[in-house]
């Protein structure tokens, strides 16, 4: 009893919405305004030539309890779209993809002991990966905020189905 008290407690201020420019609920997930989406369900938040990785709650909700996540390395080049490692939950495994090009210049380390976290707080202490990115044009190939939740209500391929970010 006492442990699900604490349990409960602890993940109560991310089950809440927060406000306008956090999580927006739409049925079927949160959503944040402010970052961008791949068709593969990682997000980007941007800050200057620095974006910041993670997995949408759309996919960690699809994926269930997260139990393990690969992350790539530290000063490691990444490209748009290729994956760079691997998160898997209690019912599957999805590739990590990565959202934009750059190069690797932190990881989450917290995940590699609480991977659960990305279930917890997938848009803020969930977070995957920091990329400085090579190619700020690629932020025009993926989905903002309208887009997204488009994609996900109307057409949901299979959280782990390679699509291409055209």
Known sequence: MALTMFCATRASPYLMNMNTS??????FSSVVKSMKYAKSHEWARVDGKLAT???????????GG????????TGEDVAQGVRCGIVESVQASKGLHSSLSGNIVE???KLRTTAGLVNASP???????????????ELNKLMDYDEYVSYVENKVPNIDEPVANT
Request: hydrophobic share 35%.
């Open 22 to 27: 956090g999580p927006s609920s739409r049925g």
């Open 66 to 73: 997260i139990i393990h996540v690969e992350l790539p390395d």
């Open 53 to 63: 990785i993670g997995l949408s709650d759309h996919a960690q909700k699809h994926l």
């Open 107 to 109: 990881v989450n380390e």
């Open 123 to 137: 848009y803020e202490d969930g977070w995957i990966m920091k990329v400085e990115m090579s190619n700020k044009e």
